[in-house]
């Protein structure tokens, strides 16, 4: 005997929801491949552990909710009470982690500028123009910038002559390499760059996130009704 009454609606409601976050796991999947692939292209990193571990936490999250809504869209089609269960259950550890994730982030954000600087200063000292094409070259190329705050950083580089910059920082490809000038340099440093692509893409996160976080609320309250529903007799399966 299935459910009835306002217990059904409550089931095809759980129903809806967990498609929902199917939806979402496939998208943070997207984004995670996503963000491998920009964060590849933007951000210098010198370890491969510190590339890849933005990418891998937002991959993790998108496969965990892909097979966290499959128990509750099942649970809710069979009206299974352990499936309903172990849905709401994981949900919310999902729900609790985000919170821990979120009060980490807001905690360690003044650091990230620190981390950037140290990165991007790493690949300054190994920089090697004639290694074919080198990451830090592509990376002020791609933001117009030069140096960690402006083009003088490079004069501190001891294995390039004094005095000069490499090919990327130079505007419309002039020749300013052994002459740079604020006239034909890129003025802004690269560590001030990504952090306004940063704070420009976070934005969208964070909206996505509370948004994301909003329907896991319901998600939640909507399975622990219709756990309620199954343990008090209005459905036997």
């Not at 099942?74 to 994730?101: D, P, S, W």
């Not at 074919?132 to 002559?161: A, M």
């Not at 090919?167 to 440093?189: D, F, I, K, L, M």
Request: proline share 3%.
């Amino acid at each position: 005997m299935g459910v009835e009454g306002g217990m059904k609606c409550i089931k095809y409601l759980v129903f809806f929801f967990n498609f929902l976050f199917w939806l979402c796991g496939i998208a943070l999947i997207a984004l995670g491949i996503f963000v491998q692939i920009e964060l590849r292209d933007t951000l210098v990193m010198t370890g491969p552990a510190s590339a890849s571990a933005a990418p891998i936490v937002i991959l993790s999250v998108g496969v965990i909710v892909f097979f966290i809504s499959f128990f509750g869209c099942c649970g809710a089609a069979k009206e299974n009470y352990c499936m309903v269960t172990t849905f709401a259950v994981l949900l919310t550890l999902i729900f609790l982690v985000e919170i821990a994730a979120a009060i980490a982030g807001y905690i360690f954000k003044d650091k990230i500028q620190t981390v950037i600087k140290k990165e991007v200063q790493e690949e300054m000292n190994y920089y090697n123009s004639s290694s074919g094409v080198n990451p830090l070259d592509q990376l002020q190329e791609k933001y117009s910038c030069c140096g960690i705050s402006n083009y003088t950083d490079w004069f501190n580089v001891t294995h390039l002559k004094p005095g000069k910059v490499p090919p990327s920082c130079c505007r419309n490809g002039t020749a300013c390499t052994s002459h740079p000038t604020p006239e034909n340099v890129h003025n802004e440093g690269c560590v001030t760059k990504i952090e306004a692509w940063l704070r420009k893409h976070i934005v969208i996160v964070a909206a996505v996130a509370l948004g994301i976080a909003f329907f896991e609320i319901l998600g939640i309250i909507f399975a622990c009704c219709l756990m309620k529903g199954i343990r008090s007799g209005y459905e036997v399966m």
